[in-house]
């Protein structure tokens, strides 16, 4: 395996200049992430916080053992009773397989960044991966992508849910899980894993009741010796222990929604676009109302009401709700981070571009609860890169970051041109440009007799060019046809590196993948390392 770091180009202009430590962007968060001393000076800045440790690890134990967490995870968790011991933590939705590989690449990033911390600092510093089980949007976590035929094909579980249930609320489909697992694995091609890998898959089905669960404990397979600490947010044991956090949310609403409304307009005004709705009504949490989730906004007469009306409570009735039964509250972006920061003493947030995005309006949010953001790390982005494709990059005498920045059509086209000498463009031009030449006396004579013949003669040279465009085309298609093994190299590239085209990250998922190199894939990269400075790696297996 070897790894090697990429300059990535990015549209995101607040990546790029959060990146550059600019001072516009910069004043937005309390830390910059690559400053020499910001584990020191965060760490000096939690020393005025207090954390329910205690409670914590009993949550965090009864959660992790459900899912039959591994010892590496167990011991993590009791290493946060030491009052010096922080976490480095960032999340994601229980998607089908973890979902895209962007996920693993957090979970990487979180474990990597914690064993740097703990070795700079010298206390202990644990993996925390934040599942965030109250999300509701089933559609966004549902499927999964496989290539098949030179494109990404999408094969989703046939499971409709009847409400706007958090996933954590939501009972697999066993039979429908099942069915689209056999899916999966009929295109996969066989390796020495496959059999193993998919029986494995299914006893984790078998033992999960909730997508949550199956997302948790693949994610303890893959990762079986960093001792990751797994927490599921909607968890009613977790939810209790909010139960004040949430009250401090619903006294500082209206500071939390002004100072996140005005920082998301400047933002704006600055070039920096954010995709989040935001406006002055935003009660920035959830109400579970039965079995949906409600978002609640605020009204002119301090109430709070489901946004489609659902329901009504004034502030009294929501703060006897946190205290009484938080686990009917949830929070939405921009209030779970601050609820992150309460529960956990977080030395670092790892974040992939677009929550870094919505991050930089947060700073008053945090402030408003006299907490400080925590140092903002950009997650890990690499793209894996198997050995077919590394060789068909050096036969075509391509740069890996070449075809994940532009993709590779241009290239395609240009080698299926060079393949005809001289190139069929440049004949067909030749032909077009003689044939006119020839045709010229015929149009002067054709316009010289009569207006109407003269258009004919036009329409003539028109119908010969055509004939002439059909043949060039036919006789591309039989190149094509000739070289379709060297063009199918270009297609592998271009679905493996460019799918979508976009990032590996987004659309592939880690199925092809293990089954190819096996459950301690993640693991083995893990063992080398990786810059946070660095914008991309790729990774050669």
Not at 182 to 201: A, M, R
Not at 498 to 518: A, D, T
């Amino acid at each position: 395996m070897r790894i090697d770091p990429i300059d990535l180009p990015t549209t995101n202009p607040l990546i790029k200049d959060y990146r550059q430590a600019n001072e516009r962007v910069q004043d937005k968060f309390h830390y910059h992430p690559f400053h020499s001393t910001v584990f020191a000076d965060r760490k000096k800045d939690l020393k005025e916080q207090s954390f329910q440790r205690d409670e914590l690890l009993r949550v965090l134990h009864e959660i992790n053992a459900k899912w039959d967490a591994p010892r590496s995870t167990m011991e993590n968790i009791d290493r946060l009773a030491d009052a010096e011991s922080t976490v480095v933590i960032g999340g994601q939705q229980a998607g089908l397989l973890t979902g895209p590989l962007y996920s693993v690449h957090k979970l990487i990033s979180i474990i990597n960044l914690a064993r740097k911390a703990e070795k700079e600092e010298g206390t202990p510093v644990v993996p925390v991966f934040w599942i965030a089980g109250e999300d509701h949007d089933f559609d966004e976590i549902n499927h999964v992508y496989l290539p098949e035929n030179n494109r990404m094909q999408k094969y989703q579980v046939k499971h409709t849910p009847g409400k706007k249930s958090s996933v954590t609320d939501l009972p697999m489909e066993k039979p429908a899980v099942e069915e689209w697992l056999g899916q999966l694995f009929s295109h996969l091609e066989e390796s020495v894993y496959t059999k193993d890998l998919e029986n494995q898959i299914y006893q984790l089905i078998n033992q999960s009741k909730s997508y949550v669960d199956f997302f948790a404990r693949l994610i303890f397979h893959l990762f079986r010796e960093e001792g990751v600490v797994l927490v599921d947010s909607h968890h009613p044991s977790f939810r209790k222990l909010e139960s004040e956090h949430f009250k401090a949310m619903i006294h500082n609403q209206t500071q939390i929604t002004q100072g996140v409304y005005a920082a998301w307009q400047q933002n704006m005004q600055q070039g920096y676009p954010v995709s989040l709705d935001c406006n002055l009504s935003d009660a920035h949490l959830f109400y579970h109302h039965d079995g949906e989730r409600v978002l609640l906004m605020k009204g002119e007469d301090g109430n709070y009401y489901g946004k489609q009306n659902e329901v009504v409570l004034t502030k009294e009735e929501l703060l006897d709700m946190a205290e009484e039964h938080p686990e009917f509250l949830s929070n939405n972006v921009v209030t779970r981070p601050l609820m992150q920061e309460l529960m956990f003493p977080t030395l670092a947030f790892i974040g992939g571009p677009g929550e870094i995005n919505y991050w930089s309006v947060l700073k008053p949010a945090f402030e408003a609860l006299e907490v400080k953001m925590p140092p903002v790390f950009p997650r890990l982005s690499f793209s894996l890169i198997d050995r077919k494709a590394a060789k068909y990059l050096d036969l075509f005498h391509l740069r890996a970051e070449d075809v994940i920045e532009k993709g590779i059509s241009h290239e395609k086209t240009a080698w299926l041109i060079s393949q005809s000498y001289p190139p069929l463009e440049e004949i067909t031009d030749q032909v077009k440009n003689g044939i006119e030449r020839l045709h010229q006396p015929l149009r002067e004579k054709a316009a010289e007799i009569r207006d109407d013949v003269g258009q004919l003669a036009d329409k003539n040279l028109a119908y010969l060019f055509k004939d002439i465009e059909f043949l060039e085309q036919r006789m591309t298609k039989a190149l094509e046809e000739k070289h379709a093994n060297e063009l199918n190299k270009f297609d592998y590239l271009e679905l493996l590196l460019h799918p979508g085209e976009g990032l590996q990250e987004r659309m592939w998922g880690i199925l092809p993948w293990i089954n190819q190199y096996g459950w301690e894939l993640f693991e083995e990269i893990l063992e080398h390392d990786m810059r946070f400075e660095e914008s991309h790696h790729c990774i050669y297996l």
